[in-house]
């Protein structure tokens, strides 16, 4: 069973760097798909925010373009979110997921806040 | 980037009830649109690929339909599991983009 779980800390403060991690069980991420993250805002917008595909190539939301990376650890079938310069605005659920297009496989989604 | 309206934002409806929600985009998205189902504090359900091909495992209570720019989901009886948030999704031009979501409740 393919499983996503996203971990990192809750609460970042304005200014710095939010990174988070995307665990992925069932199925390895150089074997096919891309490896997306999305995010829910309070009031359920989402936004999709980029997504790093089995061979290794990046594409971002231009929204966002210059303050994402999507980056990888296939040794550990992991792949990572890091945004910076976060502001309150970057509050949010956010979700790692698998798809081409569309997305089958979601994790369960982690909240972030963006505080001091 | 591809706007997505989705209505209603809101829909009370009862046990067995067909249910519809709409989506249009603000330009034609060739049908690729997708729809999902969260309910509270669940990861996101994909329910329909591609305007009308149901995902694996969904109830076949479950359909989509629309061409161009203007999509629905169908729920042809609704049934008390069914409530939760729905939100479609336009995959024909990056960046992807969503729909602001139909909070579905029970009557």
């Known amino acids: 069973e393919i499983q996503l779980q996203e971990s990192g800390p809750g609460l970042v403060k304005p200014s710095q760097s939010l990174s988070l991690t995307c665990s992925v069980t069932?199925?390895?991420?150089?074997?096919?798909?891309?490896w997306s993250w999305i995010r829910k805002f309070p009031g359920n917008k989402m936004e999709w925010m980029g997504y790093?595909?089995?061979?290794?190539?990046?594409n971002y939301n231009p929204s966002l373009k210059i303050r994402i990376s999507i980056t990888r650890d296939t040794s550990k079938n992991q792949f990572f979110l890091q945004l910076n310069s976060v502001t309150t605005e970057d509050t949010a659920t956010y979700y790692c997921?698998?798809?081409?297009?569309?997305?089958?496989?979601w994790g369960q989604g982690t909240l972030v806040t963006v505080s001091s | 980037d591809i706007q997505m309206t989705q209505s209603p934002s809101f829909l009370s409806a009862s046990v067995g009830d067909r249910v519809t929600i709409n989506c249009k985009a603000s330009?034609?998205?060739?049908?690729?649109l997708d729809w999902y189902q969260q309910k509270h504090g669940e990861a996101p359900k994909l329910l329909i690929y591609?305007?009308?091909n149901l995902q694996t495992g969904i109830p076949s209570r479950f359909s989509g339909s629309g061409s161009g720019a203007d999509y629905t989901l169908t729920i042809s009886s609704l049934q008390p599991e069914d409530v939760a948030t729905y939100f479609c999704?336009?995959?024909?031009?990056?960046?992807?983009?969503f729909g602001a979501g139909t909070k579905l409740e029970l009557k």
């Open positions: 999704l336009q995959h024909s031009s990056r960046p992807d983009t």
């Open positions: 591609n305007t009308n």
């Open positions: 997921a698998r798809g081409y297009n569309w997305f089958a496989y």
């Open positions: 069932g199925y390895t991420i150089t074997s096919g798909y891309d």
């Open positions: 330009q034609n998205i060739n049908k690729y």
């Open positions: 790093i595909s089995n061979s290794g190539s990046t």
